[in-house]
């Protein structure tokens, strides 16, 4: 069966403060891909990264840092100098290679960033 | 590029009437586009997925009579909520697959905030 938990509920910290959102997944999948979404208070799913199972490098784009791990299955996910528009819920997603696109999301963080 | 629109964003109804919902990809051709329902605070949970030409695929639980999909083009997929209840207010998400489901990103639109009175 494939499984995304996401065991942080809701994170709250101080502007400027580094955060890092967890993400596990299971899978007996080898072809895989893991998803990153944002989604903010107006609702709308805006997509932060794709990462296939055969690719392990970690990733930076920005404040924005990716840490794929396949020996313990987690695909964290980390904001660095965190900002007041970084609130918002974010979702990890994982995808097999066969299943026609359906995604498998986590139950969701609720990011909190406080000035 | 790659954006997803859906219409109406937010609908108001009186229950056992139908309410229809469109979601078309502006920018690009999506042969797959998918439906996710929402409720409030918690996680999207996938409904069906539409496939271009072809009859949509059913999560299990989901009643395909009272969820009608259409996706008519490469363009648009329509969900029609048939003869809606108050148990149906929820937020509607559609997402499109850019160039074909397997391996490509899914865009997802605005979301339609159903409230059935």
């Known amino acids: 069966a494939q499984k995304v938990t996401q065991a942080q509920t809701e994170i709250s910290v101080v502007e400027k403060e580094d955060v890092t959102l967890d993400c596990v997944y299971e899978t007996r999948d080898t072809t895989y891909y893991l998803f990153w979404y944002k989604q903010p208070p107006s609702g709308e799913l805006v997509f932060l990264i794709r990462?296939?199972?055969?690719?392990?490098q970690n990733e930076i784009s920005g404040r924005y840092s990716w840490n794929f791990q396949k020996s313990t299955s987690s695909f964290n996910f980390t904001i660095t100098a965190s900002q007041v528009v970084d609130s918002a819920v974010y979702f990890c997603a994982l995808r097999h290679y066969n299943q026609g696109g359906k995604l498998i999301f986590g139950q969701g963080t609720e990011l909190s960033v406080k000035p | 590029g790659a954006v997803v629109s859906q219409h109406p964003s937010r609908v108001i109804c009186k229950s056992g009437t139908s309410v229809k919902i469109e979601c078309r990809s502006l920018?690009?051709?999506?042969?797959?586009m998918f439906w996710y329902r929402q409720f409030p605070k918690q996680s999207l949970m996938l409904m069906a997925t539409?496939?271009?030409?072809?009859?949509?695929?059913?999560e299990q639980g989901v009643e395909k009579d009272k969820f009608l999909i259409n996706h008519a083009s490469l363009t648009l997929s329509t969900l029609t909520v048939t003869s809606a209840h108050p148990e149906d207010s929820s937020f509607y998400i559609c997402s499109a697959s850019l160039a074909g489901g397997r391996t490509d990103t899914q865009y997802f639109g605005p979301g339609t905030r159903l409230t059935v009175l």
């Open positions: 990462r296939n199972s055969f690719d392990e």
């Open positions: 920018d690009f051709q999506a042969t797959t």
């Open positions: 539409s496939n271009e030409g072809s009859k949509a695929t059913y």
